[in-house]
């Protein structure tokens, strides 16, 4: 699938890194870039768009004005400087919520959102990849592949069956939850997260993939109960 998008900021440096940002992301196209509100109310009209990256501090007609202008069907991530707009932003909707300096790997957890928003809009039966950024590429992680994450401070190590190593991302488990199907995906420690259906090994209060063992920690064991109660 391939995301229509626009993006609206009157700073030019900020315009063009995101334009940057959009022409590296494989399953984004840009169809058009505005230096203000106003033009975009004006232009982007005649362009069907999918998400829109929209800065919220802007002179005549700010962002959160002006998305309530902008087609139902489009979704937005609002771009900004100042974090106390987060809370607004979220009132009116907002798919996410960038805080400049916006870093590459916040721009791709914001538009993996925002494909797998739109995936499961037109395909109810979930996702099957995501995108993650690791040695300065963009990989394609298809899900069912995936046997564990680890979590590693900043980074993540996504362990699938088909790849000797793992592939290292910086991105947090967080990010990472936010982007899985709990229903195919599940937490057991604040530093892994376990694919349901790989899990064939349970020994002593862990799980086991080959040589691994994976904790599960007090504070998930109630829901890796309900998981196991529901899978028997």
């Known amino acids: 699938m391939v995301l229509r998008c626009a993006i609206v900021d009157d700073e030019p440096l900020a315009l063009s890194l995101l334009e940057s940002y959009v022409n590296k992301t494989p399953f984004l196209q840009l169809v058009g870039k505005y230096s203000s509100a106003v033009q975009a109310m004006k232009e982007l009209p005649d362009e069907e768009v999918d998400l829109l990256f929209l800065d919220i501090q802007m002179p005549e007609l700010n962002g959160l004005e002006f998305s309530k202008m902008v087609d139902s069907r489009t979704r937005i991530v609002f771009t900004t400087a100042f974090g106390q707009y987060a809370i607004d932003g979220y009132r009116v909707n907002a798919l996410d919520y960038l805080l400049k300096p916006i870093s590459y790997v916040d721009f791709l957890q914001a538009a993996n959102k925002a494909l797998q928003w739109f995936e499961l809009v037109q395909k109810p039966e979930e996702i099957d990849s995501i995108f993650v950024k690791s040695d300065y590429k963009l990989v ?89 109660d529901e899978r028997s």
């Open 140 to 228: 394609q992680v298809d899900l069912k592949k995936i046997m564990y994450i680890e979590g590693l401070k900043d980074y993540i190590k996504i362990y699938t069956e088909d790849t000797p190593k793992p592939i290292l991302s910086l991105m947090s488990m967080k990010a990472m939850e936010e982007l899985l199907p709990s229903s195919r995906f599940i937490r057991v420690h604040r530093s892994f997260i376990v694919q349901k259906d790989k899990i064939r090994v349970i020994d002593r209060g862990r799980i086991v993939f080959d040589k691994t063992y994976i904790p599960i920690s007090d504070s998930y064991k109630l829901v890796f109960q309900t998981f196991l």
